[in-house]
């Protein structure tokens, strides 16, 4: 029976919610479109926490399910009432369905496609190879090459793709070690710790960002360049902390190893063009809003060179992680919802938030959503608190000093990423320990310390930010 509850409790639920009353609820002038969300937003908790489906097609059910439930063009049996006062006012279908292209998507999609070329064309391994060339063959210096290294590819290739190219490069150095050296530990643990911190360096880094960015609007807009500001220095010192944590806790026993990585950058036609483009697309997203464009414009650029030239090709695009983009659209999706329809507001509203110290508020979030980071996806994490943290700071008067909306969204968005204290945390994570180097010990022991770390290193970051005026009053 036991293994059918995951099936079942997720449908029942939301059945359940659905059918009482709305004055059962703790939540004064709570419409019927509101109740429906409230089933929705169960439905995708559980989906994303039991799985008993792919995570990305939780996604694609809380699209339709908002059509069908939700929106103006619904089951006409779903919109019978609505001129009643506490029915609620219907969301338009098509800005439903615009969250499959959403511009958090087109961005994402720009990533996807640069990786993909310089994935193709060799940039990635050629670029490892002279990067890490300066840092010897003492092992603790060596793994802080391949930390730099992994940490600068996860800002703007998938932690997956880049946790399992450099996994691959060590393999063969791994097995130098002796069977009960701590260095074949450090080794690998140092990899998917990089790429988990890396990604949080750029909005295109990992999809918490990215998700982040949609709530990051009008007054509280973050450029590229903007994020990169605060968000390498995060990237460099929390590096720099695991870098000592991992030496410290597994020092390697052997005194010199050498990586050997063969390869040449290719000069071909194409290959110079990927270059050429990957340059111009991140110095034009470092350049911000220098050149009139945003992030969102400049992702579609080597999306229209690379088809074009047909670096990119079919064959290519199938290679594409949709899942991923399935992902953050149904939690943008959710967002809507939750946002148009005013739960979210009204769930805030319902609690005296402001009756608590902010920076209890912003504590409390902050490890709320570490917490479940380390038990379900980051991007399922992102996709259901960041409407409600959005919500949460608009409406917290005393957050205002602080930065508000900004700050609770920011310290959100990197506990989002920081969850990495179990195999299941994170594909890196699960790539890392599949070596069979790695213990769910020594892998939970690493990411606690630095997952309270790095929330830690979050206020500090935004107490800085405050004082120095770039969110908040000056």
Known sequence: MRQYLKYIIPILI????LSLPTHFFPFDGLTIIQQRVIAIFLLAALCWVMEPIPIYATSVVIIVLELLLLSDKSFILFRLGS????????????????????????????????????????????????????????????????????????????????????????TPVIALFGPKDPGKIAFALCIPVAANIGGIG??????????????????NLITFGEWMMFGVPFVVVMMTASWFLINHLFPAKQEKIELKIKGKFLKTPKAITVYITFI?????????????????TVALIPVAIFSLTGIINKEDLKKISWDVLWLVSGGIALGLALDKTGLARL???????????????????????????????????ANLLMPIMAA???????????????????????????????????????????????????????????????VSLSFVMVWILNITGFIGQP
């Not at 111009?280 to 945003?294: D, E, Y």
């Open 14 to 17: 939301p059945l359940i919610v």
């Open 280 to 296: 111009m697309t991140i110095g034009l997203w470092l350049m911000g809003s220098r050149h009139g464009m945003n992030s969102y």
């Open 83 to 170: 001129d009643q006062s506490n029915f609620g006012e219907l969301l338009k279908y098509n800005e439903i369905m615009a969250t499959f292209a959403s511009p958090i998507i087109m961005l994402f999609l720009g990533g996807f496609f640069l990786a993909m070329a310089a994935t193709k064309y060799r940039l990635d391994i050629n670029l490892a190879r002279v990067l890490l060339k300066p840092f010897g063959s003492e092992p603790r210096f060596v793994m802080l090459g391949l930390m730099l290294i992994t940490g600068i590819f996860s800002m703007f290739m998938s932690n997956t793709a880049t946790t399992a190219m450099m996994l691959s490069i060590l």
């Open 392 to 454: 949460l700071g608009t409406s917290m008067t005393s957050l205002t000093p602080l930065g508000g909306e900004i700050t609770l969204i920011l310290v959100v968005t990197f506990a989002a990423s920081l969850g990495m204290s179990l195999p299941i945390s994170t594909p890196p994570n699960a790539l890392a320990h599949a070596t069979g180097h790695v213990q769910t010990n020594q892998m939970a022991k690493i990411g606690i310390i630095l997952g309270v770390l790095g």
């Open 202 to 219: 750029t909005p295109i880094g990992t999809p918490p960002n990215a998700i982040a960015l949609k709530y990051l609007v009008d007054d």
């Open 347 to 381: 769930m805030v509203h319902s609690i005296p938030f402001d009756a608590f110290s902010p920076y209890v508020v912003l504590l409390g979030a902050a490890m709320l959503c570490l917490i479940m980071a380390n038990f379900m996806s980051h991007t399922a994490t």
